[in-house]
């Protein structure tokens, strides 16, 4: 999977899973503020993508440093190389 | 000139207010609390006691509402009047007298409370009687369980979920968890917009501005128009309905 599949990806579960609009999903849209994601909604956001891309990332503290599309982006771009390594 | 003598009037009518409404409270205190429990005493029926209680809290809020009067002058307009509850009301938060104002609302009724409102003294113990839910300070899913059973019982539940107040005509984000609560019960939730208190009184501040305030209840969304939605959906379609309203009182 390339980066711009992987941003790709995590923009049609953000379309899929939350209905919204493909635009507002820059990199630098915040995840709370701009999006309007609450703590619940993030746990349907862990589950889809772990859904999407096969990873578990419930535990991964890394996870909680996330609060824009472009951190999102760069994390799973950073699990998916690990996952490759590994 | 014109505006000395109007600072010196709504000074006078802050001083009317910060007069009755301390008043009201000790008279509320010292007659409703011991009539319920008398009632209580008496009727032994737990859900009479419980809506008396509740009915009895918004009044009470109503009439502090109208101890601002001719300084507040407030309106409740029910643009749905045939609706039947329980409901979830979900309204858009701009000031403290928020809590007080949903004493408009004619219906037996409960407040998902915040963490600081649940520490004050007075507000803090006849919300735990009246089961007002403190649900910042509870797990998600002992929220839904005590949310299920106040609506199963007929009681409907008011939340903020801006989470706190804006102080300004700004309408923030939503938080969902009462919106799941509603699509797991299967209730109607109903969009109330306040507009025109967002300096009555100005955040962090105990001075009324003059003003007038409508509390609009909207068109109940129902389970047939939600259904199928997820929660981010359905907590979005009632933002969009608050602020559509407040959009076109902008003047208000």
Same mark, same amino acid.
């Given at each position: 999977m390339t980066e711009a599949e992987v941003i790709e990806a995590v923009n049609e579960v953000f379309v899929d899973s939350?209905?919204?609009? =493909?635009?507002?999903?820059?990199?630098?849209?915040?995840?709370? $503020? &701009?999006? $309007?994601?609450?703590s619940l909604d993030v746990v349907d956001l862990v589950a889809a993508i772990q859904k999407r891309f $096969?990873?578990?990332?419930? &535990?991964?503290? =890394?996870? =909680?440093?996330? =609060?824009?599309m472009r951190d999102l982006y760069n994390y799973l771009i950073l699990i998916r190389g690990e996952q490759h390594r590994a | 000139m014109k505006s000395i003598l109007s600072a010196l009037l709504t000074a006078l009518l802050n001083l009317q207010f910060w007069i009755f409404a301390p008043l009201l409270t000790a008279i509320f205190a010292l007659i409703a609390v011991p009539y319920a429990v008398a009632f209580n005493y008496t009727v032994r029926d737990r859900r009479r006691t419980l809506r008396l209680i509740r009915r009895s809290i918004s009044y009470y809020g109503a009439m502090i509402v109208r101890c601002g009067w001719p300084l507040v002058r407030v309106r409740y307009v029910d643009h749905a009047p045939d609706e039947t509850p329980p409901f979830v009301f979900a309204s858009n938060h701009r000031s403290s007298s928020d809590a007080f104002l949903?004493?408009?609302?004619p219906f037996e009724c409960i407040q998902a409370l915040n963490i600081w409102p649940s520490r004050l003294w007075v507000v803090g113990r006849v919300g735990r009687i009246a089961g007002y839910l403190k649900v910042r300070e509870m797990p998600f899913e002992q929220f839904l369980d005590d949310g299920s059973k106040l609506l199963a019982e007929g009681c409907s539940i008011i939340v903020?979920?801006?989470?706190?107040?804006?102080?300004?005509r700004r309408l923030g984000p939503f938080h969902g968890a009462a919106f799941r609560l509603a699509q797991q019960c299967g209730v109607k939730v109903v969009p109330i917009a306040i507009c025109g208190?967002?300096?009555?009184?100005?955040?962090?501040?105990l001075l009324l501005r003059p003003g007038r305030i409508v509390v609009n209840k909207l068109p109940a969304i129902t389970p047939s128009q939600y259904a199928g939605m997820t929660p981010f959906k359905l907590k979005n379609l009632v933002r969009d309905a608050i602020r559509q309203h407040l959009d076109n009182q902008s003047g208000v």
């Amino acid at each position: 999977m390339t980066e711009a599949e992987v941003i790709e990806a995590v923009n049609e579960v953000f379309v899929d899973s939350f209905e919204i609009p =493909r635009e507002q999903l820059t990199p630098e849209a915040q995840i709370f $503020g &701009d999006l $309007g994601l609450d703590s619940l909604d993030v746990v349907d956001l862990v589950a889809a993508i772990q859904k999407r891309f $096969g990873v578990q990332v419930r &535990d991964d503290e =890394r996870v =909680r440093a996330i =609060r824009s599309m472009r951190d999102l982006y760069n994390y799973l771009i950073l699990i998916r190389g690990e996952q490759h390594r590994a | 000139m014109k505006s000395i003598l109007s600072a010196l009037l709504t000074a006078l009518l802050n001083l009317q207010f910060w007069i009755f409404a301390p008043l009201l409270t000790a008279i509320f205190a010292l007659i409703a609390v011991p009539y319920a429990v008398a009632f209580n005493y008496t009727v032994r029926d737990r859900r009479r006691t419980l809506r008396l209680i509740r009915r009895s809290i918004s009044y009470y809020g109503a009439m502090i509402v109208r101890c601002g009067w001719p300084l507040v002058r407030v309106r409740y307009v029910d643009h749905a009047p045939d609706e039947t509850p329980p409901f979830v009301f979900a309204s858009n938060h701009r000031s403290s007298s928020d809590a007080f104002l949903m004493g408009c609302l004619p219906f037996e009724c409960i407040q998902a409370l915040n963490i600081w409102p649940s520490r004050l003294w007075v507000v803090g113990r006849v919300g735990r009687i009246a089961g007002y839910l403190k649900v910042r300070e509870m797990p998600f899913e002992q929220f839904l369980d005590d949310g299920s059973k106040l609506l199963a019982e007929g009681c409907s539940i008011i939340v903020f979920p801006e989470g706190t107040r804006s102080g300004s005509r700004r309408l923030g984000p939503f938080h969902g968890a009462a919106f799941r609560l509603a699509q797991q019960c299967g209730v109607k939730v109903v969009p109330i917009a306040i507009c025109g208190n967002e300096r009555i009184p100005p955040r962090g501040s105990l001075l009324l501005r003059p003003g007038r305030i409508v509390v609009n209840k909207l068109p109940a969304i129902t389970p047939s128009q939600y259904a199928g939605m997820t929660p981010f959906k359905l907590k979005n379609l009632v933002r969009d309905a608050i602020r559509q309203h407040l959009d076109n009182q902008s003047g208000v």
